[in-house]
């Protein structure tokens, strides 16, 4: 049964010092379960078993963060199944973008079976489900070109990123292409997910020998305490596993890097805080700039005012009696009185005389 072995914090960038013989112990121990494990029906798919390192923290990290490790011994050969999308070139169809390309990365000196899929035929060919699950499942690494890598996403599917295989960006224009390419296929990518406190790397595979393997996983555990948020401060366990076997443990940290991940989180708290008090206080600093000089400039008015407006007596009668007379003068009549004037107008008055008769008289004869 392998030890656990606690190792010190103290070399330069907060790098882990892993005792090397622990981990080739480790490794001979993987190396010999999966050829004890092996029979003729599993022969060949045990012997490209993949060994990887299994990493647990002290705190979930708050952000997600992806990690690019190149490996001295590449885990792909030159027959490795590599994948890459390119942009549609001006002028040309799909099948000649294919042939340009590869032309170009064998005049590069890329001696990878590359398989190139320009943008076009992607939007086409592997448009149904089913062709992008199959697309996902024949090859292992996916590459980008670095041009249209924020157009894929929306056609390549979500299944690509739930399966780790996010294509990796490449700039095909750079002079050290190769170089950049190379360390592309032959490295590994770490995903530190920001949903749980373990993640998974890949270092190398049963092909490899004892000795490559170890260098592998050294130079990952190098750059990944190196590039990671905490700077290495927030790793507990690694764990060295294959596909069918158990973990076996190559790193314990002390109970001590807590206390560092709390002290490193609380200074970062009390930074951010510092940081929020000061635009508060500049903040407020402004707004009683402004409020002073506001202040300053009604006082000013208020000054100014008197002196502009002289005081005179006034010489002419009230406004309001103006106004009542003006009033009554511009009082609209009503309308039934002007239909009335306008009849009064057209019609002669007369006055109304009773008539006298014979019998009239005589009663006046009478009554004298």
Not at 64 to 75: D, N, Y
Not at 301 to 306: A, G, K, S, T, V
Request: hydrophobic fraction near 35%; charged fraction near 35%; aromatic fraction near 4%.
């Amino acid at each position: 049964m392998l030890s656990q072995h606690a190792c010190s914090m103290d070399s330069p960038r907060h790098e882990l010092a892993l005792d090397r013989s622990q981990v080739k112990k480790a490794v001979q121990a993987l190396r010999a379960y999966i050829k004890s494990s092996s029979t003729s029906q599993n022969l060949f798919e045990n012997d490209g078993q993949t060994i990887s390192l299994l990493l647990t923290q002290w705190k979930i990290p708050k952000k997600e963060q992806t990690i690019r490790i190149s490996l001295p011994h590449g885990l792909r050969t030159d027959s490795g199944d590599v994948c890459l999308f390119t942009r549609d070139e001006p002028k040309m169809t799909s099948e000649q973008a294919v042939r340009f390309y590869k032309k170009l990365l064998r005049e590069r000196g890329l001696r990878n079976a590359i398989e190139v899929i320009p943008f076009k035929m992607l939007k086409t060919e592997y448009k149904p489900f089913e062709a992008k699950r199959k697309l996902l499942g024949n090859f292992d690494l996916f590459l980008s070109d670095a041009r249209i890598r924020r157009r894929l996403p929306s056609h390549i599917g979500k299944h690509f990123y739930e399966r780790k295989k996010a294509p990796l960006s490449v700039d095909l224009e750079s002079k050290h292409l190769a170089r950049d390419m190379k360390r592309l296929i032959q490295g590994t990518t770490l995903t530190v997910s920001n949903k749980g406190s373990c993640c998974m790397v890949r270092v190398a595979h049963s092909g490899m020998t004892a000795d490559e393997v170890v260098e592998n996983v050294m130079t990952a555990v190098s750059t990944i305490s190196a590039k990671l948020a905490k700077t290495g401060k927030n790793i507990k366990i690694i764990h060295l596993k294959s596909q069918t076997s158990v973990a076996l443990p190559i790193y314990t940290s002390d109970l001590s890097h807590l206390a560092l991940v709390e002290e490193a989180r609380k200074k970062a708290h009390l930074t951010k805080g510092a940081q929020k008090r000061k635009r508060e206080n500049d903040k407020t600093e402004v707004s009683e700039v402004i409020t002073k000089e506001t202040e300053e400039e009604k006082d000013n008015e208020e000054e100014e005012i008197p002196q502009l407006v002289p005081i005179e007596t006034p010489t002419k009668k009230p406004k309001l009696e103006i106004i009542s007379k003006k009033g009554l003068k511009k009082v609209p009549k009503p309308a039934a009185g002007k239909g009335l004037k306008k009849t009064l107008k057209g019609t002669k008055l007369t006055k109304k005389i009773p008539k006298v008769t014979a019998r009239d008289l005589k009663r006046k004869a009478k009554n004298k």
